[in-house]
């Protein structure tokens, strides 16, 4: 089977610095992405991990292990329109698998 | 510019009624993706299609229909068979790194 398991929610501080998990089980593995969506409306690809190690976009960086099939998106000097659910997603082969998203709360 | 166009953004149906959400691209994809969430939920996949005139079924497909007639369009129809239509419902395609999403159909039975 196929599963990823993220927090429901996490709270951070404006200006802080927040890491959500993600781990997961495939059948087969091309690469770990971040999706952030806000309430009402769709999904935005963040970032994209194909191989082991840290990838930085600004604010944002990801983290993949393959090994521990596990990976993490790190947020940087959180802004309140950083409020939103963040979705971690595997791409098996022909399709990607979603997590159930981790909704963002952040408190001024 | 290029993206994804679905519509309509808001949709009512009625008990029994078959409808159809419409999907376009001109990103020039070749994958295209059909995704329900619900309230709080995470992305459901209903279908995809890899290429022109195949599909295959996702995880959700009971009670929906889907077409691939074209690169650019990927229709999906809701039918009665489907007994808890409500909710958001997502097109998406990609590349074979990541997808984006259309604005998204908010589909209500009345």
């Known amino acids: 089977g196929q599963s990823l398991e993220q927090p429901s929610e996490v709270t951070a501080v404006e200006g802080a610095i927040v890491q959500i998990n993600c781990t997961y089980q495939?059948?087969?593995?091309?690469?770990l992405s971040w999706y952030q969506q806000h309430d009402g409306g769709a999904p935005t690809f963040l970032s994209y991990?194909?191989?082991?190690g840290l990838e930085e976009t600004g604010r944002f960086s990801s983290f993949l292990s393959r090994s521990d099939s596990y990976g993490y998106l790190l947020l940087q000097e959180l802004q309140m329109k950083d409020s939103a659910s963040y979705f971690c997603?595997?791409?098996?082969?022909?399709?990607?698998?979603f997590g159930k998203g981790t909704r963002l709360h952040i408190l001024p | 510019d290029g993206g994804i166009t679905q519509s309509p953004k808001y949709l009512f149906r009625k008990e029994g009624q078959n409808v159809t959400l419409s999907c376009e691209q001109n990103?020039?994809?070749?994958?295209m993706y059909w995704y329900r969430q619900d309230p709080g939920q995470g992305l459901r996949l209903i279908y995809y299609?890899?290429?022109?005139?195949?599909?295959q079924k996702g995880d959700i497909a009971e009670g929906y229909s889907v077409s691939r007639e074209k690169k650019e369009s990927f229709p999906l129809t809701v039918t009665s068979a489907q007994k808890n239509p409500t909710a958001f419902y997502l097109c998406?395609?990609?590349?074979?790194?990541?997808?984006?999403f259309g604005s998204g159909t908010r589909l209500t039975v009345v």
């Open positions: 998406a395609s990609s590349t074979t790194s990541f997808y984006t």
């Open positions: 299609s890899q290429i022109v005139n195949d599909f």
């Open positions: 990103l020039n994809h070749d994958a």
């Open positions: 495939t059948s087969g593995f091309y690469g």
């Open positions: 991990n194909a191989l082991d």
């Open positions: 997603a595997v791409s098996p082969h022909d399709k990607i698998i």
